[in-house]
């Protein structure tokens, strides 16, 4: 569930900037019609041949189009010139503009293969749509809020198509002097890049200044898990030069970053467990408990974390979920 789309998709291409983050490593900043993710990071890479862009920003209105040129021509560089796209991970704000970036440049495009959790919605929208309010139901939500919770538009507006990567990315591929490294969690198809030497690493929405997380429920079995294990695998990398996140400012601090996001993840299980102590109940009333009243797109994201932590403490053996006569879930300590 990923709830409603922004008022408008509309952008102001001249809010787009490019910034040299290292010989060779240009920052793109695209502007977003989300008022709390204004921005998103695409970067183009100098390699021997012809530039790599990774991430290429969103669609839903062709202002973004201008926006990605406006950002490559302050590298000196028009989207013809793109030689590989590479997506860091199937969300609307990171693959949206594929389809124009591939058919204006011919461009060869990876990504890891696990799309199906951005993908469906766009290919069988009305299907996921009332799988999606099935499963609010079963949470809760009110009849007359199922709406939002239903929603597909973020997947149907804000790519131009669901493109399969010509070469699927893998654990320990190499693009140039770039290691690819899977960090599923935030979304099943995720990966970061690596280079050795330099010690630079591109996170994707793997990590950011501020802990504002986002994990995808339903395509993989424990998103939190798989999100903390990611954390530990650029850990194990070892210390960096530079850390350049998908959303935000480089990271200044790239330890500090992973202890930011570890210590996050551990307050939400720990407030999931004590809305649930209040007594059991479905995720939509835990949110409540945990959150508060909500707008409704935060409504939404809200619910889908609280689900994820549900389902790694039912993983963990520490929480049970019952369903009672009318198909309703409720959730107890175990
Ligand atoms: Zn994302
Ligand atoms: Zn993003």
Redesign the pocket.
């Known amino acids: 569930m990923v709830g409603p789309p922004p008022d408008t998709w509309a952008v102001a291409p001249d809010r787009a900037r490019a910034f040299c983050m290292s010989p060779g490593v240009w920052q793109l900043r695209l502007p977003l019609p989300w008022p709390a ?1 204004p921005h ?1 990071n695409a970067y183009v890479l100098e390699s021997g041949d012809a530039p790599v862009l990774v991430d290429c920003g969103s669609a839903g209105h062709p202002s973004h189009r201008a926006a990605l040129a406006a950002a490559l021509g302050g590298a000196g560089l028009s989207v013809g010139d793109v030689g590989m796209l590479v997506g860091t ?1 199937a ?1 609307s ?2 693959v949206g503009l594929a389809e124009w970036v591939i058919a204006e440049s011919g461009c060869e495009f990876r990504m890891h293969p696990d799309t199906a959790h951005f993908y469906d919605a766009f290919r069988e929208p009305e299907r996921t749509r009332q799988a999606r309010e099935r499963r609010a139901r079963q949470e809760g939500v009110p009849e007359d809020e199922l709406g939002a919770y239903g929603d597909v538009r973020e997947e149907t507006e804000g790519i131009l198509a669901a493109i399969e990567p010509d070469v699927p990315l893998r654990d320990g591929d190499r693009i140039g002097a770039w290691h690819v490294v899977e960090t599923p969690g ?1 979304a099943p198809s995720h990966v970061s890049l690596f280079d050795p030497e330099r010690r630079i690493v591109l996170l ?2 793997l990590l950011a200044p501020v802990f504002a997380p ?1 994990f995808d429920y339903g395509y993989s079995a424990d998103p939190i898990a798989e999100f903390l294990g990611s954390l530990d695998r650029i850990e194990a990398l070892g210390p960096m030069e530079l850390s350049l996140p ?2 935000g400012r480089a990271l200044e601090d790239l330890g500090a970053a992973l202890a930011l996001h570890r210590e996050g993840v551990a307050q939400r299980l720990e407030a999931t467990l004590a809305a649930i102590s209040s007594g059991p109940a479905g995720a939509h009333v835990l949110t409540g408990r945990i959150f508060g009243h909500l707008p409704p797109v935060e409504a939404v994201w809200r619910l889908t974390e609280v689900a994820c932590c549900l389902r790694h403490l039912r993983r963990a053996g520490v929480v049970v979920r019952h369903e009672d006569g009318d198909g309703r879930f409720w959730y107890g300590r175990a």
């Open positions: 993710v998103v991970h969300h704000d990171h935030h994707g929405d986002w998908g959303h």
